[in-house]
C-alpha cells in the first residue's frame, strides 16, 4: 500500500516560493519510443508554440525537469524508463501520454507491455487521447503548471516516500521477463 | 581597496544581468525569425533561478572546482574590459593582450569540469570546443594585430578615444574587411550557428553539458551570460566606438548581439573540421587583405 497520501507532502514555505520559477521554466527530456511522440514537434514548433510557457526540450536527464512517456510502454523500455527517472534531479516531474500508460490502451492484452504506469513510477499528471492533440497537451501542461504553483505536484517525493513499494511492483514486472532479459542484468 | 573591491562587484553583476537580458531578448528575436513568440524577456532570469533551486549532483571535486573556475575565469577576464566610461582597475584601460589571454581561462575551466564528468559525451563536446577555438583565434587576433599597430597601443581605452567623433571614426568604416572577419570570430566566440558543432544536442547530447544538473547548469548559464557580454563588449570597443555612456554602450553591445543571433537563425551547422578550415580560409584572408591594405 502507499504510506502517505498527497496532502502530508505538499510543498510549503521557501518551497512555495520557488514553485513560482519552476512552474515557468519547464525543461522537458521526452522518452520517444510511443508513437504520441509525433505530436510533441507542432507542440513545440511555431504553430503552437510551447516555448510561451519557457518550457522547452532538453538532451539528457540530468537537466530536465519533466519526463514525457509518449505512449505505450514495453517492459524492456520499462527499465530504461526507470533509470532515466532516478538520473534525473529533484524536483522532477512525470507526464505520461495517451491511453497506453494509462490502462494500455490497445496494447491492453500484450504480453510485453506494461498496462499501468503509475505501478511503477509516480505520475504526476495523465493526458488521455490516442493520441492527444496539441491543444490537449498544452492544457495538460497548464494543469501541471497549476498543480506546481499549489504545491500540489509532489511525485516525486511520493516516490521517495514509497520507495519499497515502487520497487517491489517493478521487481515484479521485471522478474516476469528476466528469462529474456537476463543478458543484460 | 574596498572601493576596488565595490567596483569589481558592480563589473561582474553588471555583466551577468546584462548578459542574461541580452539572452533573454535574443531568445525573443531569434523566435520572432521562426514565426512564434518564446516566453518573456526576462525568461534567463528564471530559468536561472529554477537551475539554483533544484538538487545537483557532481561526480568528484574536480568537477566542482572546473565548473567554477569557467565561472571565474570570465569574470576575471571581465575586470580588465572597459565597460562604457568604467574601468575596475582605472590605470589598466583594458590591455588586449591580457584579455586574449585570461578568455582561455573560462573555455580550460569547462573542459576540465565536464572532463571530469566522465560521459563521453561530454569530452566530445569540449574538444570540439577547443578544437574551434584554435579556428577563431587566428582571425581575431589578426584583426587585434591590425588595431594594435593601427593604434600605436595595445590598450582598449586608447582605441576607444581614437575613435572619437561621429561613427565615420568607427574602426567599422576604416577596417571594414576586419571588422566583417572579427564578426565571423565573434559567431564562432559564441558558440552560435554555424558554429555550434560542440553543443549540438541531437547528436552528442549538448556536449559539455551533458552531465550538469541544477547548480552547475546554472554556473554554465551564467558563464555563457557573462561571455556573450565580454565578446559583445570587446567588439564594441574595438570596432564600434565604445562609449562614455552606459546605454549607448549596452545598446550597441545588444545590437551586435542580435545580429550575431539573427544569423544563427538561419544557418544550419558545419562539421566542426570545417568550421576550422572555413575560420582559416575567409575571415583569416579577410584580416590578411585588411592588414596588407594598411601595411601599404
Known amino acids: ?185 | 581597496m574596498v572601493n576596488i573591491m565595490l567596483r569589481f562587484l558592480f563589473a561582474a553583476f553588471t555583466s551577468i544581468i546584462m548578459g542574461l537580458l541580452f539572452m533573454g531578448i535574443g531568445r525573443k528575436f531569434i523566435a520572432r525569425i521562426r514565426r512564434h513568440y518564446a516566453g518573456p524577456f526576462y525568461q534567463s532570469f528564471i530559468d536561472v533561478i529554477k537551475l539554483f533551486s533544484k538538487k545537483s549532483i557532481s561526480h568528484n571535486w574536480i568537477m566542482d572546482f572546473g565548473v567554477m573556475m569557467g565561472f571565474a575565469g570570465i569574470i576575471a577576464t571581465i575586470i580588465f574590459m572597459p565597460i562604457g566610461p568604467f574601468n575596475v582597475f582605472s590605470q589598466m584601460q583594458g590591455n588586449i593582450i591580457i584579455i586574449i589571454y585570461f578568455m582561455t581561462i573560462g573555455y580550460l575551466g569547462m573542459a576540465m569540469g565536464v572532463a571530469a564528468s566522465g560521459n563521453p559525451n561530454a569530452t566530445i563536446g569540449i574538444a570540439r570546443a577547443l578544437t574551434l577555438m584554435l579556428g577563431y583565434e587566428i582571425p581575431f587576433v589578426l584583426t587585434v594585430i591590425l588595431l594594435v599597430f593601427a593604434n600605436n597601443s595595445s590598450l582598449l581605452q586608447v582605441m576607444v578615444v581614437n575613435q572619437q567623433g561621429g561613427f565615420m571614426e568607427w574602426n567599422a568604416i576604416r577596417y571594414p574587411f576586419a571588422f566583417l572577419a572579427a564578426l565571423i570570430a565573434l559567431q564562432g566566440m559564441l558558440g552560435e550557428q554555424p558554429f555550434d558543432a560542440m553543443i549540438a544536442p541531437s547528436e552528442i547530447a549538448s556536449g559539455p553539458m551533458v552531465e550538469l544538473s541544477g547548480k552547475f547548469l546554472g554556473f554554465g548559464f551564467l558563464q555563457h551570460a557573462a561571455q556573450i557580454f565580454l565578446e559583445t563588449g570587446i567588439i564594441v570597443n574595438m570596432f564600434l566606438g565604445g562609449s562614455q555612456n552606459f546605454f549607448i554602450f549596452f545598446a550597441k553591445q545588444l545590437a551586435l548581439y542580435l545580429l550575431t543571433v539573427a544569423v544563427s537563425g538561419i544557418f544550419p551547422r558545419y562539421r566542426f573540421e570545417d568550421a576550422v578550415k572555413f575560420f582559416w580560409m575567409a575571415p583569416t584572408a579577410l584580416a590578411a587583405i585588411q592588414l596588407i591594405i594598411f601595411i601599404i
Open chain 1, 1 to 185: 500500500m502507499l504510506l502517505t497520501s498527497t496532502n502530508e507532502i505538499k510543498d510549503n514555505g521557501m518551497e512555495r516560493i520557488l514553485n513560482f520559477f519552476r512552474k515557468k521554466s519547464l525543461w522537458m527530456l521526452h522518452y520517444c519510443t510511443g508513437c504520441g511522440a509525433v505530436e510533441l514537434p507542432p507542440t513545440m514548433t511555431s504553430r503552437w508554440d510551447m516555448e510561451r510557457f519557457g518550457m522547452g526540450p532538453m538532451a539528457t536527464p540530468r537537466q530536465a525537469d519533466l519526463l514525457l512517456i509518449t505512449g505505450y510502454l514495453s517492459v524492456k523500455s520499462l527499465k530504461r524508463v526507470i533509470y532515466t527517472y532516478e538520473q534525473m534531479q529533484e524536483p522532477k516531474w512525470v507526464i505520461a501520454f495517451g491511453s497506453c500508460p494509462i490502462n494500455g490502451g490497445i496494447y491492453y492484452d500484450s504480453y510485453s507491455v506494461i498496462n499501468r504506469l503509475a505501478l511503477y513510477m509516480p505520475v504526476d499528471l495523465s493526458i488521455e487521447g490516442c493520441m492527444p492533440r496539441p491543444e490537449a497537451i498544452i492544457d495538460g501542461f497548464t494543469k501541471l503548471m497549476k498543480a506546481i504553483e499549489k504545491g500540489e505536484a509532489v511525485g516525486y517525493k511520493k516516490y521517495r516516500e514509497n520507495y519499497e513499494w515502487y520497487k517491489a511492483n517493478q521487481r515484479n514486472v521485471l522478474e516476469r521477463t528476466s528469462a529474456v532479459l537476463k543478458e543484460e542484468a
